[in-house]
């Protein structure tokens, strides 16, 4: 006989305050899972401590840590996105999963020195093919490309960073108010509540959320022509900067997805992460992955039909060489596999199905820039060099495992230790939601209806 589970009985809006509250970093292995990644972190700056002292030569080491960064431009970046979108359509089913997808913004405190260290590893810039040169093509911008694209990361990271501490003024103030955490009363800056404060909180998180997004779209677009393109003769694509922004908006709903599975499952949040969450991201991907199809096919198209020989030397290195098999890995778990186990409602109305699949687009994505970076790095020489021979894909070593698994890793610290200082689910949107939504019978089911806030 089949045993049932009983489904918990509901919250009140305080009971449910102060349950989150309790929970703020409190899951079992917390500072194990901590001093693990920690160690793995130092490990991987140190080995990028010694590459760096190393000097630049030869370019094609720095394939891997370039993956890395373009991986996690792609995912941590791009997740807090969902939480900025969902807001803007008054997506409630997104309300859960906002915080953990904000707590990404972390990331930037990674992202942004290693961006650092790696435009300065590029080879000399004046005549290179970028969006940095002047018209008659005698120079570039002052500057650039090395002050404004880490000024731009910069402020990305910086706007992040804003949007959750905006996003955590009243939950800091609940902290406060509970006397969780000696850091909430600093932090909360007097938060009230009051009627001005809310205006000015939904305002601001409006305005910095689409600030975040227009930078995000700028960040990918120089990170691969700078990072990428530019280092390969002849590669010269107006498909490839959206399709690294598009495959980025893909690889964030994948990880916002894979994160409040984590938080239900390690987290103990199953009472506040309900299927509507991974449904209603699933949607998300879905669509993502048939524009990550639309892009690959455009880039494709141009290069076979135009047929001149740098345009058939592209191909060659980023598709149809050595590179083929991380192509066909790639596309095969960003769009095949989303694409057939997504139109099937089985999958994608519930929580297994949307984990699964947001873990091979993350998988697909990791491979995709492994593609583009590694290849790029590998050919990357003096301004005007003429390229014949492919060279032949070269797998990571144990400094490129180290750089990759202590970049991750070092995201991951930060992530858990975030928690700390605010609860995984943001408390305030989610006492909204409840006062706002009723459950109501509707033929032989029952159906959420949600009050419509003025």
């Not at 399709?243 to 894979?258: D, E, N, R």
Request: charged fraction near 10%; charge should be positive; glycine fraction near 8%.
């Amino acid at each position: 006989m089949a045993v049932h589970r009983a489904a918990p009985p509901p919250l009140t809006p305080e009971q449910a305050t102060r349950d989150l509250l309790a929970r703020m970093g409190n899951g079992g292995g917390f500072w194990i899972a901590v001093l693990v990644l920690g160690l793995l972190a130092l490990a991987g700056l140190v080995r990028l401590y010694l590459m760096v002292m190393a000097g630049p030569e030869p370019r094609s080491k720095w394939g891997y840590a370039a993956a890395v960064l373009a991986f996690l431009l792609s995912t941590a970046h791009s997740a807090p996105i969902l939480a900025f979108a969902s807001r803007l359509a008054k997506g409630f089913w997104a309300v859960p999963a906002r915080r953990a997808a904000e707590l990404f913004t972390v990331s930037g405190l990674v992202t942004t020195p290693l961006f650092i260290v790696l435009i300065n590893q590029l080879p000399d810039w004046p005549g290179r093919w970028s969006f940095w040169f002047f018209p008659n093509q005698l120079g570039v911008y002052p500057g650039a490309p090395y002050f404004w694209d880490s000024l731009a990361i910069a402020m990305l990271t910086v706007l992040g960073l804003a949007i959750l501490y905006v996003t955590g003024l009243p939950d800091f103030a609940h902290a406060r108010d509970q006397k969780r955490g000696f850091l909430a009363g600093p932090l909360s800056l007097g938060w009230k509540g009051t009627t001005r404060q809310w205006q000015v909180l939904s305002t601001g998180v409006i305005l910095l959320g689409a600030f975040y997004l227009t930078l995000f779209v700028f960040v990918h677009m120089y990170m691969v022509t700078d990072l990428g393109m530019s280092l390969v003769p002849g590669w010269r694509s107006a498909v490839i900067p959206p399709y690294h922004a598009v495959s980025g908006l893909q690889a964030g709903a994948a990880t916002t997805i894979l994160a409040a599975a984590i938080l239900r499952k390690v987290g103990g949040l199953e009472r506040y992460m309900p299927m509507n969450v991974f449904w209603g991201a699933a949607k998300l991907l879905l669509g993502t992955s048939l524009l990550f199809f639309y892009f690959t096919w455009s880039e494709l198209l141009l290069n076979w039909y135009g047929r001149l020989p740098e345009e058939q030397y592209v191909l060659s290195l980023l598709m149809f060489g050595p590179f083929l098999p991380l192509f066909v890995l790639s596309f095969l778990c960003n769009f095949i596999l989303p694409w057939f186990l997504l139109i099937f409602n089985r999958v994608r109305v519930s929580i297994n199905g949307p984990t699964l699949v947001a873990a091979i687009v993350l998988t697909g994505n990791f491979i995709d820039r492994v593609r583009i970076y590694v290849a790029s790095w590998s050919v990357a020489g003096p301004v005007g060099q003429h390229l014949d021979a492919v060279p032949a894909l070269r797998g990571p070593n144990l400094a490129d495992l180290a750089i990759v698994v202590g970049a991750l890793s070092a995201v991951g610290v930060l992530y858990l230790l975030a928690t700390k200082l605010l609860p995984p689910i943001s408390i305030w949107e989610y006492r909204n939601s409840m006062l706002l939504t009723v459950e109501r019978e509707f033929i032989h089911t029952e159906v959420a209806v949600i009050a419509k806030p003025r």
